[in-house]
């Protein structure tokens, strides 16, 4: 999926939130209603959201609710550019936003042809190795999210990057329609500033433009200063974002 210059932001945001889905997976994923329902099984936000596929009334907020309650889990809904009208429903009844989400892409050529230091290497392998999970667990990435990693289509991998043959950090990258997509970067705190986190960003392009992606692609939180400046400097593009409403 390279997305052309004639897409808004809302369709930008919409084809990348179907990748998202489609590399980071809920446990399970239907429509009803006005809604995708997703339960996530502990994995996070994004695999437990709520999403409309249409014009929602208080009456489908409602239902949704109820589903969400029924799969024992958090009321928690995804927004994304030209769901304006359901953003200002939710904030009438009482929703908060939380964790705003910025998406970033590029041509996958834009990071597989880049150069990094010979020190830094990286390894795909599947499935996760134990390092890999001490690593993530380290990050606050548990056995949850690594159950997301597991359950996801072909072609994914994870990363363990390695710098002067000592264990520097992981990642996860699945690439779905066309589109590789980075996820659950972890570099560890001894091996940080060592652009560890760069050069696993090339490997995991370079992994995903051998396996079918014309473009690269990664979501962060818009907290999360240091990694959105990682993304700018690497000369990815922020094409969308979205973010979620829940109950204070």
């Known amino acids: 999926m390279s997305a052309p210059a004639s897409k808004t932001v809302a ?6 939130m179907a990748v998202v889905d489609a590399t980071w997976p809920p446990a399970q994923m239907r429509h009803q209603g006005a809604w995708l329902l997703r339960r996530g099984g502990g994995g996070g936000k994004r695999v437990s959201a709520a999403s409309a596929v249409g014009a929602v009334t208080d009456a489908d907020i409602v239902e949704a609710e109820a589903a969400m ?40 050529d834009t990071l597989a042809t880049r150069e990094k230091r010979p020190e830094q290497h990286s390894l795909a392998t599947w ?34 990057g390695r710098y002067d ?23 560890l705190e001894e091996m940080r500033g060592r652009g560890m986190g760069k050069a696993m960003m090339i490997d995991a392009a370079r ?11 990664v979501v962060c939180t818009q907290a999360n200063v240091a990694a959105n400046a990682l993304y700018n400097a690497l000369g990815m593009t922020k094409v969308g974002h979205y973010h979620y409403r829940q109950k204070d």
Not at 11 to 16: G, P, R, S
Not at 207 to 217: D, I, K
């Open 11 to 16: 369709q930008e945001t919409a084809l990348y």
């Open 69 to 108: 309650r029924a799969m024992e889990q958090p009321q928690l809904f995804s927004l994304r550019p030209g769901q304006e009208a359901l953003d200002a429903k939710l904030a009438a009844r009482g929703y908060v936003i939380v964790d705003p989400v910025n998406i970033y892409a590029c041509p996958v």
């Open 127 to 160: 499935e996760p190795l134990a390092i890999q999970r001490e690593i993530w667990s380290a990050g606050g990435i548990g056995a949850a999210r690594i159950e997301v990693m597991l359950r996801a289509g072909e072609p994914r991998t994870t990363l363990i």
């Open 165 to 187: 043959n000592s264990p520097a950090g992981t990642a996860y990258v699945a690439v779905s329609d066309h589109v590789g997509m980075l996820h659950a970067l972890e570099v």
């Open 207 to 217: 992994w995903a433009a051998q396996n079918g992606a014309q473009t690269f692609s």
